[in-house]
């Protein structure tokens, strides 16, 4: 067999084969916004998060505070030492720095939110927590 025909295929297979048999539900984030504010040290983030039906933000923290803004659906957030809370389009929830935290969608149809942090300058946005 011809070898430009064998790499390319071989390559195929190898990138279909590591797929998972169930992926997860997709999350896309949007960055809208990162600009320095008047506190040294500091800048304002804003982000459009779009949660697939069932998609789940594992527990991670922020460098910083963030304010959550539902703009569609319905997104249960768990804080730690806190219960879960579920808020539905229109709704908000401050969420402190470096405060562990998860969200899932927990509706039948997509969700959104308008994520806005006031975090450190250039620090790594979201830091997975286990």
């Known amino acids: ?7 390319p295929a071989a390559i195929f297979a190898a990138i279909f084969a590591f797929q998972p048999a169930h992926a997860e539900p997709e999350i896309r984030r949007t960055d809208l916004l990162k600009n320095q504010i008047s506190v040294p040290n500091k800048e304002v983030v804003q982000v459009r998060v779009d949660f697939a039906p069932g998609a789940f933000a594992g527990n991670h923290k922020h ?8 703009l569609e659906g319905s997104l249960e957030y ?22 562990a935290h998860s ?3 927990v509706g ?3 969700a959104s939110e308008l994520a806005t942090y006031v975090v450190t300058s250039n620090a ?3 830091e997975p927590v286990k």
């Open 78 to 99: 768990k804080l730690e030492g806190r219960e879960a809370v579920t808020l539905n389009t229109g709704q908000s929830l401050f969420i402190p720095d470096g405060a």
């Open 63 to 70: 460098p910083g505070e963030e304010i959550a803004y539902v």
């Open 124 to 126: 790594k946005l979201v």
């Open 103 to 105: 969200a899932r969608n």
């Open 108 to 110: 039948s149809g997509k």
């Open 1 to 7: 067999m011809n070898a430009r025909f064998i790499v």
